[in-house]
């Protein structure tokens, strides 16, 4: 799959509910990453919805004109700092993105020796004005866990989630929606 499909497929399968997100993968072992552009829409989106960047954050490819994401410089540095990424979504699945809203954690579903996601954790720092604390150096102990998370959530701001390929990014945002749902659906039920 590729960025294109990846983002409408987020879309159809109701994984993305925002018409914006953003979409990023590594090209190889080189240092350029493919990103979806600031106003991309999942819904339509395009191949000119994408640029050619270099991990200094340089256009290498692609529209001039193109609005680059808001926090391009978090994303970037995900790829700098993690190998193991090869791509990248920022996404909002409905029941998830519930539970950034409220800066709530859910649990995950399931063993998680067999889960998709091996580790889901709440980003937010509270004293400096990044929510992502991958900016800043006040947070040591989440600086730590997210060396190994493959998910962000993302105080007022969806999630996160790393991967290896397309495929697997997919498999894991499902994978994260259901558990909110099903953390939703248990916390409904003991407040009734």
Do not use: W
Not at 46 to 71: F, H, K
Not at 77 to 94: M, S, T
Request: include cysteine.
């Amino acid at each position: 799959m590729n960025l294109v499909e990846t983002a409408r497929l987020l879309y159809t399968s109701g994984l993305n509910t925002s018409y914006q997100g953003v979409l990023a993968a590594r090209l190889g072992e080189r240092n350029l990453i493919c990103i979806t552009a600031a106003k991309s829409d999942f819904k339509s989106i395009e191949r000119q919805d994408i640029c050619l960047l270099n991990l200094a954050g340089e256009v290498v490819n692609g529209p001039s004109l193109l609005e680059l994401p808001a926090n391009l410089k978090f994303y970037l540095k995900v790829f700098q700092d993690r190998a193991d990424v090869k791509v990248l979504a920022h996404v909002y699945p409905p029941h998830a993105r519930g539970f950034a809203e409220k800066s709530q954690m859910f649990e995950l579903l399931g063993n998680p020796d067999k889960s998709e996601v091996r580790e889901l954790i709440k980003v937010e720092c509270l004293e400096c004005p990044s929510r992502f604390t991958g900016l800043c150096s006040c947070r040591n102990e989440i600086r730590k866990s997210y060396a190994g998370a493959d998910a962000l959530l993302v105080k007022q701001d969806g999630l996160i989630v790393l991967a290896a390929d397309l495929e697997s990014l997919f498999l894991k945002v499902e994978s994260l929606e259901r558990s909110a749902q099903k953390s939703l659906a248990t916390k409904s039920s003991k407040q009734s």
